[in-house]
RNA sequence: GCCCCAGUAGCUCAGUAGGAUAGAGCGACGGUUUCCUAAACCGUAGGUCACAGGUUCAAGUCCUGUCUGGGGUACCA
C-alpha cells in the first residue's frame, strides 16, 4: 500500500474523529494530484463533507486544517477556497514511493479492489464466414486488455470466445464455394484459410444480387445443415477447419488468449429447448407464419423472433442458450458481453427475454458496447469487401517500423530487426486503439493515423528503453545502494507523483471498462520521464549519490511502464 | 416515423462521481544535439466545449428542446 493510500485512511480517521456524526460509507475521499506543484503535492474537496454536514465547504477547509494533527512526513498544508492541498516531505515521498515500487516489482498496482467478483468475459465472436478486419482487432484489444485490468485489480477472469460457425450467412460462403470453388483449397492456392473462405461469402453476396434463386437455395442449405445432411455437414466442418488455421494466427500474432471456445453450433440445441419451454409457458407465442414470437413492447422493444417459422434458428436463439450454459458450467457472477454497439438492440432483447424467461442471474450479464470503427468512406462491410482486414494492418505496420528501426540502429538486423519490428508496429496499432475510449466511434485514416511519434505506443515504448539503456549502463548503481538523499527537483518530484498514482489508475481503469485512463496516464508518465531525462543528466550528475537516487528513480518508471504496457498488450523492448 | 449513441483547437483524441486557470498529439511557425537513445525536449499561434434554455454555490460534465452525424428498428449476425 503506497503513502497516498496511507494517508487517506489516517485522513479519514481523523476527519471521523472530529466530525462524529460521519460514518464510514458516508464519504469518498479521493486524493488528486494538485493542479499547481507550488500549492500542493496532492490535495481533495470538502464539498463531500460540506453536504453531509451541510455546511460550507469554506468552513470544513478552514477546522480541519486546524483541527486535524497531521503526520510529521506532511510538511505543509494549504487552504484554497474549498480545497485542501498538501505538501509532503519530499524525501520521505521519494524514497517511500521508488523503493516501494522496487520491492513490489510487477506487482506494483495491484489491489483488492475485485476481490470475490468472477467475471466472465467474451469478447472476439467471430463468424467463420471471413477473415477478421480492424473492428476485431479492437474487440480483441478491448477483451484482452479489460481482461488484464480486472485481474490485476482482482478479480477472477474466464476468458471465452463465442464462435458463430453456423447460421445462414456460413451457408453463403458454403454454398459459394460448392458452386464455384472448383476443388480450390488454400494449400493449393496459397491463400490464408480464412481469406480464402470470405473470398467466397463477397462472391456470394455479388451474385446473389442477380440472380434470386441463390438466395432461396441457401436456405435450403441451411436446413439440410440442421437436419444433420452428410455431405452439408462435412463442407461446413472442412471450410470452418481452413477458417480456424487463419483465425489462430492472427490470434497468436495479437496476443489473444481464451480459456474456453464456445461454438454455435454446439449451443443453438439449448437456446431451440429454452424457447420452445418459453412457448410451453407462455411467454411467446407463434404467429401465422408459424414463427415464435415474443412481446417486448411493453418494454419498448418491440415483437421479435425467436425461432424462425421454419424451426431452424436465428442469432438470438443461440445467444439464449449460450448465456445459460455459461452460468452453468462456470460458477462466476458477471457475465460481460464485448460486442460493437450497432448490437445495443439486440442485447436489450436478449437480456429482457433472459429475464422474462425467469433466469434469475440475467442480471448478471453486461454489454460492453464498443464504437464503430469507420474508414474515410464509410462503414466497413465485410460483405462488400470494403474492409481494413487485420493481418495486412499489421504486415503494414510491421514494415513501416522496420523502416524506422534501420533509421536509427543500424546494428539490429536479422531476426532481432524482425521481432522488434513487429513489436514496434503491433505496439503502434495497439495504442492508436485503445487510447481512445471504447463507447466511441474511431475514425480510422491508415496514413493520418498511424505514428511512431507523439502520443503514440512507440513514444511510450522509446522511453523504457531509454531507461533499459541507463541500466545497463549504470554498473555498480544497484537497488541496495540507492541513495535517495540527492533528489527533490521538480521533474523528479513530477515523475514521483506520477508513479503513485499508478495504483488508482488501474483501478479506475478497471472500474469504469476503459483501457484509455490506463493509455493517457502512461503518456503522461513517459513525458515526465522524457522531460526529466532532457533536463538532467542521470549517470554524469557529477555526484554518485544523485546518479544512484536517479537511477533507482529510472528504475522505477521503468517497471510501472512495462507493466503498464503489459496490461495493454503490448511489450516493453529493451532496445529500440 | 420510432429507439439508442455522439458533437471539445484545422485534424485525431483526453478531460476520471458536477468542482481548482478546458489539456495532449498531429499539422503550421520558430528553437535545442562535441554530453546517458533527437521515436526526444522547449516555445508561438489555434477554443463562445454544436446551438438555445434550465437545475446548482459551481456545468464540457446533469435535465429539456433544436441542429448535425452515426447506429438500430430483418426469418443478417
Not at 26 to 52: R, V, Y
Not at 70 to 93: A, T
Not at 507 to 517: D, K, L, V, W
Request: include cysteine; proline fraction near 3%; charge should be negative.
Amino acid at each position: 500500500m503506497n503513502i497516498i493510500y496511507k494517508f487517506e485512511d489516517y485522513l479519514k480517521k481523523e476527519i471521523k474523529r472530529i466530525y462524529p456524526d460521519i460514518r464510514d460509507d458516508d464519504f469518498f475521499l479521493n486524493l488528486e494530484l494538485s493542479p499547481d506543484t507550488e500549492e500542493g503535492d496532492f490535495g481533495f474537496g470538502c464539498f463531500g463533507i460540506a453536504k453531509l454536514l451541510k455546511k460550507n465547504p469554506q468552513d470544513i477547509t478552514e477546522n480541519l486544517s486546524e483541527s486535524i494533527s497531521f503526520p510529521p512526513y506532511i510538511e505543509k498544508v494549504i487552504k484554497r477556497g474549498p480545497y485542501l492541498n498538501f505538501i509532503f516531505d519530499k524525501r520521505f515521498l521519494i524514497e517511500e514511493t521508488v523503493s516501494g515500487i522496487l520491492k513490489e516489482g510487477s506487482l506494483y498496482g495491484e489491489s483488492k479492489w475485485g476481490e470475490g467478483k468472477r467475471i466472465l468475459m467474451e469478447y472476439s465472436s467471430p463468424n467463420t464466414n471471413k477473415p477478421q478486419h480492424l473492428g476485431h482487432i479492437r474487440n480483441n484489444l478491448l477483451g484482452m486488455t479489460l481482461s488484464n485490468l480486472l485481474e490485476k485489480a482482482g478479480c477472477k477472469v474466464v476468458k471465452i470466445n463465442l464462435i458463430n460457425d453456423r447460421g445462414i450467412h456460413i451457408c453463403k460462403s458454403m454454398l459459394a464455394y460448392k458452386l464455384w470453388g472448383n476443388s480450390k483449397t488454400p494449400e493449393n492456392t496459397g491463400k490464408k484459410g480464412d481469406n480464402f473462405v470470405g473470398d467466397y461469402y463477397v462472391m456470394f453476396e455479388k451474385k446473389a444480387k442477380e440472380d434470386e434463386k441463390l438466395i432461396v437455395q441457401v436456405q435450403e442449405m441451411l436446413k439440410k445443415w440442421e437436419e444433420g445432411d452428410k455431405e452439408t455437414i462435412e463442407l461446413w466442418k472442412r471450410m470452418n477447419s481452413w477458417v480456424y488455421e487463419g483465425f489462430n494466427e492472427t490470434y497468436k500474432r495479437l496476443g489473444a488468449e481464451f480459456d474456453k471456445i464456445y461454438y454455435e453450433s454446439e449451443t443453438y440445441k439449448l437456446g431451440k429447448e429454452i424457447v420452445l419451454k418459453g412457448l410451453e409457458d407462455s411467454m411467446c407465442y407463434k404467429n401465422d407464419k408459424g414463427e415464435i414470437v415474443i412481446d417486448l413492447s411493453e418494454k419498448g422493444l418491440g415483437e421479435k423472433v425467436l425461432l424462425r417459422g421454419d424451426g431452424t434458428s436465428i442469432y438470438i436463439t443461440q445467444d439464449i442458450g449460450n448465456a445459460k450454459l455459461r452460468f452453468d458450467e462456470y460458477d462466476i457472477n458477471s457475465s460481460i458481453y464485448i460486442v460493437a454497439s450497432e448490437q445495443n438492440y439486440h442485447f436489450q432483447v436478449l437480456f429482457e427475454v433472459l429475464r422474462r424467461f425467469g433466469f434469475e442471474w440475467a442480471d448478471q450479464c453486461y454489454h460492453l458496447s464498443y464504437g464503430m470503427v469507420y474508414l474515410p468512406e464509410g462503414k466497413m462491410k465485410s460483405r462488400e469487401g470494403t474492409v481494413v482486414d487485420a493481418d495486412n494492418l499489421m504486415d503494414e505496420l510491421k514494415f513501416m517500423a522496420e523502416a524506422e528501426v534501420k533509421k536509427r540502429a543500424r546494428d539490429i538486423e536479422g531476426e532481432q530487426l524482425e521481432n522488434i519490428s513487429e513489436i514496434i508496429g503491433l505496439s503502434a496499432l495497439k495504442f492508436y486503439v485503445l487510447k481512445i475510449h471504447p463507447s466511441k466511434d474511431i475514425n480510422f485514416n491508415p496514413v493520418e493515423s498511424l505514428s511512431f511519434e507523439g502520443d503514440t505506443g512507440p513514444y511510450i515504448q522509446y522511453t523504457h528503453a531509454r531507461v533499459s539503456s541507463l541500466l545497463r549502463k549504470s554498473g555498480m548503481y544497484g537497488d541496495d545502494l540507492a541513495i535517495f538523499t540527492k533528489l527533490g527537483n521538480k521533474e523528479e518530484i513530477n515523475i514521483v507523483k506520477n508513479l503513485l498514482n499508478f495504483p488508482k489508475i488501474l483501478i479506475s481503469s478497471a472500474e469504469n471498462y476503459n483501457p484509455s485512463r490506463l493509455a493517457n496516464y502512461l503518456l503522461e508518465l513517459a513525458k515526465r520521464y522524457n522531460k526529466f531525462y532532457h533536463d538532467h543528466s542521470v549517470l554524469n550528475s557529477g555526484d554518485e549519490e544523485l546518479t544512484s537516487g536517479r537511477v533507482a528513480l529510472s528504475k522505477s518508471v521503468g517497471i510501472v511502464i512495462k507493466e503498464g504496457l503489459r496490461i495493454l498488450g503490448i511489450v516493453a523492448p529493451e532496445r529500440m
